[in-house]
T-cell receptor, first 107, second 113 residues
């Protein structure tokens, strides 16, 4: 059972904001939303996580809807190095990774 | 320089042989994890451990075994019982138990022929 649903691929122009959506309609009350990204053949890299409130760090912003059934990861000024597969995961006791969104930044 | 190391980066074995993948961390993390990734797929959890001498099965534990004798080390053995062992194996660790970001190693690509 897929716990998160993400579009398989997205393109974004370099310098623009990349908005990556994730649906998690069956999220339980104590599960956090985590975002990771994986550049080809490397280990995934943590980006950000949140429970209810919106979060921002030096890499990205995370917007979680009030009902917590979906979220959006925002990369404010995408660069070519942001080309990667982005995973939205739910975490409590363990993380469950789906197939992610392949984000391609276009020069 | 703190981090997670996995060795070797590439590993080749003949069918029917057990093989052990190494994972070491010097981040003083309590929890460690093993994932498997197949081409074009996401990560699937094999085993995880929250404390020394204790570990739990993940979603695809059959054909694998682990040990956690030291906090820093969490080796994974791929046994001959694993039907499709060829995959990319990733080790991760985290602090504060489980609600914390996971740090991943560079991975080991295992090919069994």
């Amino acid at each position: 059972d897929a716990k998160t649903t993400q579009p398989p691929s997205m393109d974004c122009a370099e310098g623009r904001a990349a908005n990556l959506p994730c649906n998690h309609s069956t999220i339980s009350g104590n599960e956090y939303v985590y975002w990771y990204r994986q550049i080809h053949s490397q280990g995934p890299q943590y980006i950000i996580h949140g429970l209810k409130n919106n979060e921002t760090n030096e890499m990205a912003s995370l917007i979680i809807t009030e009902d917590r059934k979906s979220s959006t990861l925002i990369l404010p000024h995408a660069t070519l190095r942001d080309t990667a597969v982005y995973y939205c995961t739910l975490g409590n006791e363990k993380l469950t990774f789906g197939t992610g969104t392949r984000l391609t930044i276009i020069p | 320089d703190g981090g997670i190391t996995q060795s070797p980066k590439y590993l080749f074995r003949k069918e029917g042989q057990n093989v052990t993948l190494s994972c070491e961390q010097n981040l003083n993390h309590d929890a460690m994890y093993w994932y498997r990734q197949d081409p074009g797929q996401g990560l699937r959890l094999i085993y995880y451990s929250q404390i020394v001498n204790d570990f739990q099965k993940g979603d695809i534990a059959e054909g694998y075994s682990v040990s956690r004798e030291k906090k820093e080390s969490f080796p994974l053995t791929v046994t001959s019982a694993q039907k499709n062992p060829t995959a990319f194996y990733l080790c991760a660790s985290s602090s504060m138990g489980l609600v914390s970001e996971q740090y991943f190693g560079p991975g080991t690509r295992l090919t069994v022929t």
